[in-house]
Each structure stands twice: as C-alpha cells, then as structure tokens.
C-alpha cells in the first residue's frame, strides 16, 4: 500500500508572469520543507487574465515558458512531483492556446500533459458569459491516466468537472486520484463547486485534489476554495479565499477499503436504451 503526503497550492495568478513564478516558487519551496512529496497547482498557473482574447498573443510556446522551466527544475532540486495544474501555452498555429496539464517527475522530466478537454463556454447572464474556445483550443488526445502504483491519476480541469463520463472513464481506466485543478466561477462556486467535487470524489472511490485560483484581476473574482477530498466523500483539506497551502495525507488503502464497503463499480449493469413511456390522454 502507498501513501503520499500531498499538497495543493491556491494561487492568485494575474498577467504578471514574472510574479506569479515568484508566488508559485516560494509556495512549492514551504510545502517541500513541510514534507509534501507531491505538489499541485491550480488552473492557469501561469497566467490569467480578464480577457481571454489576449492570451495568443501574450502566451508562449510550452518550451519557451518560464512557469514550465521554473516547475521542471523545483521539482529535479527538491525531488518532489509537481502537477502544474494547467499552463496557458501557445497553439502550434498561433490562434488559440492550449490548456495544458504538466506532471513533473521528481527528476525534472514532464511525465505525463492533458489538454482540457471542455472548454468553459457558457451563458450565466451578463459578466459571467464567458467563451473560453474562443481562446482556448479544446483538447484532442482524450483522457489520461498516469500509473504512479498503487496510486493512479485522473488527469482532468476546471471545467470538466461537469462532465460525469469523463470520470467514469477515468476510473474504468484504473485511476483512483482525480486532479481537478481549477479557476471556478463566483457565479456557480457557492452552488456547484463543492458537491460535484464530492460527487466525483464518490461515485469513482477515488481522492480528489482540487487547487483553484483565488482573489481577483482586473475587477474579475475567482472562487478559491480549495479542497482535498476523501474516497468517501469527506473534506480532509479545505482552502478559504486567499493564497494559501493546504496538505493531507492520502493513502490507497483507504481507496481499497471504501471500495470494498462500497462496490457500485462491480455493480455496474448494462441498461440498454430506455423506455419511452409516453402518458395516455
């Protein structure tokens, strides 16, 4: 059985590059002291701003990316893993941008990338209409599963959360962590943020880490909130609204035994198409 001392960073990322490498480096360097083995950082790492239509002219392409190099060489010095939750870097075309997960083994090595499959297009009234396809690429090497032992990681972001197959998927796939690194709306947060966290987290048997954006750029607000949860639905890490660290033990034993108590994946039955059952006037 493995455990792993893990941590997930809350960040607030803006459009200064230079400063949010500084925010992530001094974060990772206290969870290392503290003894996390692992590392997560939220969505957009890199950089976030208020108008999307900005990013392919400012990100770069993933080996120029300072974010990228800077996580590839915390992660070789102080011989952790780090989950660079997702990095805003440049398209091969030049018109849009990837949104892109980065595993780092502690050998510097990038394992594993994810591109955000869902991308954050929506019609929530007024300011909170947002269509991030407009910028952002949505990805095209479907799900993945990093196999780290006993361990296995769901690779997922922000967004996809909503997309209950994509983590069914995942869990059939083997994987028992899901990452759900995250810029979550303020206008769904209060509401949806934390029980599809947990529903995740329950219907697959499997810890969620979950580290979000937090605080406010360009008179827009981020939700925060960030959380490590249990294979049985409890909140074993939880976040406020501010810049900050959070860490929690998760060890698969405790994802054999609630699967144990728990079985709905052995259960599974094949329903076919439903009925139609059309009332009688």
């Excluded at 969505?43 to 590839?72: F, G, K, M, S």
Aim: net charge negative; charged share 20%.
């Amino acid at each position: 059985m493995t455990k792993l001392r893990v941590a997930a960073i809350q960040l607030n990322t803006t459009g200064d590059v230079k400063a949010n490498n500084a925010q992530i480096e001094e974060m990772v360097r206290k969870v290392a002291g503290e003894g996390a083995a692992f590392v997560s950082l939220p969505e957009a790492a890199n950089i976030l701003l208020r108008d999307n239509l900005r990013y392919p002219t400012v990100c770069l392409p993933e080996n120029e990316d300072t974010t990228l190099a800077l996580c590839r060489s915390l992660a070789a010095e102080l011989g952790l893993w780090i989950h660079a939750g997702s990095l805003l870097v440049r398209h091969e075309t030049g018109q849009r941008v990837w949104n892109r997960t980065y595993l780092i083994a502690p050998s510097g090595d990038v394992a594993a990338t994810y591109d955000k499959l869902h991308t954050f297009d929506v019609k929530l009234g007024g300011a909170a209409d947002f269509q991030e396809s407009a910028a952002v690429a949505p990805g095209e090497g479907g799900a993945v599963v990093f196999d780290m032992g006993d361990l296995r990681l769901g690779l997922s972001i922000c967004y996809d959360i909503r997309f209950s197959y994509l983590f069914d998927a995942l869990a059939g796939a083997g994987a028992n962590v899901m990452m759900i690194p995250a810029s979550f709306s303020t206008a769904t947060g209060p509401l949806h943020w934390e029980p599809l966290l947990k529903a995740r987290a329950i219907e697959t048997g499997s810890y969620v880490i979950a580290a979000a954006q937090c605080g406010e750029r360009e008179g827009v607000r981020v939700y925060g909130q960030s959380r490590i949860i249990s294979p049985f639905g409890d909140v074993i890490a939880a976040a406020g609204e501010d810049p900050c660290v959070i860490m929690a033990d998760i060890d698969s034993a405790v994802i054999e035994t609630t699967r144990h108590r728990l079985p709905t994946r052995l259960q599974r039955r094949e329903i076919g198409t439903p009925r139609i059952v059309v009332a009688q006037t």
